[in-house]
């Protein structure tokens, strides 16, 4: 990073957010993000058009994220060892060729289910050695951390709206090998334009540090704030009993009754909400970030809570956007608070512990979701996931240390 700090009297000054690296960084992460947001919606779609069960693609979710959750914290420690850019690299040529597989698997016709859950899971494992990378890259390329999260959310958002509507079309017409091609092309754009990076000498980690003795300094950072592990205790069960089991169940609901299609606009418009608060949050600045970020999850139960009652496909499509804002508002504070409060040299650990917290519980969320549809029916599940919803907005707000977070500039 030293060239972009050098300092040169005559130049202008660097922008906050488009400098030369974010730009790069900002294609690399949107065509990953665009990957990574059709997938769910493919498999599940895929699966249920060809004749599986909630069953099935519920499990299929939990492969997906299950080794995700289970060794980001090792991707943290990696990337400090080796390089936050390296490992992103590695990971994105990992998934290019697992999409490449998993292609080859829906154009011939799944034969064995292993083998889609055992590409899901090399998909997974790719992805939990890049995300601590990505986190910790943002304050390297950009002077403005909130507004980089912010148009990153927002890209996020984008890859969520054409993402989930393309899989579920192309899903739709029986072509969902064509998913998997486009995510292999955008898993190799996103690995030429991160080695293009240059982000100057990267410091090397402490001698004498094992791997383990890594992960236990990451570890005591993480738990020496109370509002960063606070809050991944009340995401944890959020996760477990309403965020985990959404997708799979209502897929179940949407796809017989309404189509893949269908579905994929439905998530679509959660992207359209993204992007709406994505944008909102790259200028909006509260004094106490997490608080206003719970503020706008207090959305989020509308969705399940509609289908349930029945309500017609754009009265859905409604509450997705609704639920869309208010998560990329909290996902874009929670995020700018992580980055800022904690100290760059322990930030990847810091943050692949706060993955692995805040998504850990999902597979088990994901994987319980046909078991408790059989045992309790799909309008239950999904009740109780609107009640915890909103719970989780409300413990959010009442737990001081994360009500009171200051916002750092």
Same mark, same amino acid.
């Given at each position: 990073?030293?060239?972009?700090?050098?300092?040169?009297?005559?130049?202008?000054?660097?922008?906050?957010?488009?400098?030369?690296?974010?730009?790069?960084?900002?294609?690399?992460?949107?065509?990953?993000?665009?990957?990574?947001?059709?997938?769910?919606?493919?498999?599940?779609?895929?699966?249920?058009?060809?004749?599986?069960?909630?069953?099935?693609?519920?499990?299929?979710?939990?492969?997906?994220?299950?080794?995700?959750?289970?060794?980001?914290?090792?991707?943290?420690?990696?990337?400090?060892?080796?390089?936050?850019?390296?490992?992103?690299?590695?990971?994105?040529?990992?998934?290019?060729?697992?999409?490449? $597989?998993?292609?080859?698997?829906?154009?011939?016709?799944?034969?064995?289910?292993?083998?889609?859950?055992?590409?899901?899971?090399?998909?997974?494992?790719?992805?939990?050695?890049?995300?601590?990378?990505?986190?910790? &890259?943002?304050? $390297?390329?950009?002077?403005?951390?909130?507004?980089?999260?912010?148009?990153?959310?927002?890209?996020?958002?984008?890859?969520?709206?054409?993402?989930?509507?393309?899989?579920?079309?192309?899903?739709?017409?029986?072509?969902?090998?064509?998913?998997?091609?486009?995510?292999?092309?955008?898993?190799?754009?996103?690995?030429?334009?991160?080695?293009?990076?240059?982000?100057?000498?990267?410091?090397?980690?402490?001698?004498?540090?094992?791997?383990?003795?890594?992960?236990?300094?990451?570890?005591?950072?993480?738990?020496?704030?109370?509002?960063?592990?606070?809050?991944?205790?009340?995401?944890?069960?959020?996760?477990?009993?309403?965020?985990? !089991?959404?997708?799979?169940?209502?897929?179940?609901?949407?796809? !017989?009754?309404?189509?893949?299609?269908?579905?994929?606009?439905?998530?679509?418009?959660?992207?359209?909400?993204? *992007?709406?608060?994505?944008?909102?949050?790259?200028?909006?600045? !509260?004094?106490?970030?997490?608080?206003?970020?719970?503020?706008?999850?207090?959305?989020?139960?509308?969705?399940?809570?509609?289908?349930?009652?029945?309500?017609?496909?754009?009265?859905?499509?409604?509450?997705?956007?609704?639920?869309? &804002?208010?998560?990329?508002?909290?996902? *874009?504070?929670?995020? &700018?608070?992580?980055?800022?409060?904690?100290?760059?040299?322990?930030?990847?650990?810091?943050?692949?512990?706060?993955?692995?917290?805040?998504?850990?519980?999902?597979?088990?969320?994901?994987? $319980?979701?046909?078991?408790?549809?059989?045992?309790?029916?799909?309008?239950?599940?999904?009740?109780?996931?609107?009640?915890?919803?909103?719970?989780?907005?409300?413990?959010?707000?009442?737990?001081?240390?994360?009500?009171?977070?200051?916002?750092?500039?």
């Amino acid at each position: 990073m030293e060239d972009l700090l050098t300092h040169r009297p005559c130049e202008a000054p660097l922008p906050a957010i488009w400098s030369r690296n974010f730009r790069r960084y900002f294609t690399a992460r949107s065509a990953g993000l665009l990957s990574w947001a059709m997938l769910p919606v493919a498999v599940s779609a895929g699966l249920l058009s060809g004749g599986y069960g909630v069953d099935t693609a519920g499990y299929a979710m939990a492969f997906l994220v299950g080794p995700f959750a289970g060794l980001v914290l090792f991707g943290g420690v990696l990337s400090d060892r080796f390089t936050a850019r390296r490992m992103m690299i590695a990971a994105d040529l990992a998934n290019l060729v697992a999409h490449v $597989l998993l292609a080859l698997l829906f154009l011939h016709g799944i034969d064995h289910l292993w083998q889609l859950y055992a590409l899901l899971v090399v998909a997974g494992t790719a992805n939990a050695m890049f995300q601590p990378g990505a986190a910790s &890259t943002i304050p $390297l390329v950009s002077r403005d951390v909130q507004g980089a999260n912010g148009v990153l959310r927002t890209s996020e958002a984008l890859t969520g709206l054409g993402g989930p509507a393309l899989a579920g079309v192309l899903v739709g017409f029986g072509d969902t090998a064509w998913v998997m091609v486009i995510s292999a092309v955008a898993y190799g754009t996103s690995a030429a334009c991160l080695f293009t990076l240059r982000l100057g000498p990267v410091p090397a980690p402490p001698r004498g540090g094992g791997l383990w003795h890594d992960l236990a300094v990451g570890w005591r950072e993480f738990r020496s704030r109370s509002w960063l592990w606070g809050v991944i205790v009340i995401w944890m069960v959020f996760a477990v009993l309403s965020w985990g !089991p959404q997708l799979s169940v209502a897929a179940g609901v949407i796809v !017989p009754d309404h189509g893949a299609t269908a579905f994929g606009l439905l998530n679509g418009a959660l992207g359209a909400g993204t *992007v709406a608060g994505g944008l909102l949050a790259i200028r909006w600045k !509260p004094a106490r970030p997490l608080a206003a970020g719970a503020v706008a999850m207090l959305a989020y139960p509308l969705y399940p809570l509609g289908i349930v009652l029945g309500w017609p496909l754009w009265l859905l499509a409604a509450t997705q956007i609704a639920v869309g &804002t208010g998560t990329g508002i909290w996902s *874009v504070m929670w995020a &700018t608070s992580v980055q800022t409060q904690v100290p760059g040299e322990v930030l990847n650990r810091v943050h692949a512990y706060e993955v692995a917290g805040s998504v850990g519980m999902y597979p088990l969320g994901s994987a $319980l979701a046909g078991p408790a549809t059989h045992a309790f029916g799909t309008d239950h599940v999904l009740l109780l996931g609107a009640a915890v919803a909103l719970l989780t907005a409300t413990a959010l707000l009442a737990t001081h240390p994360i009500r009171t977070l200051p916002r750092t500039p």
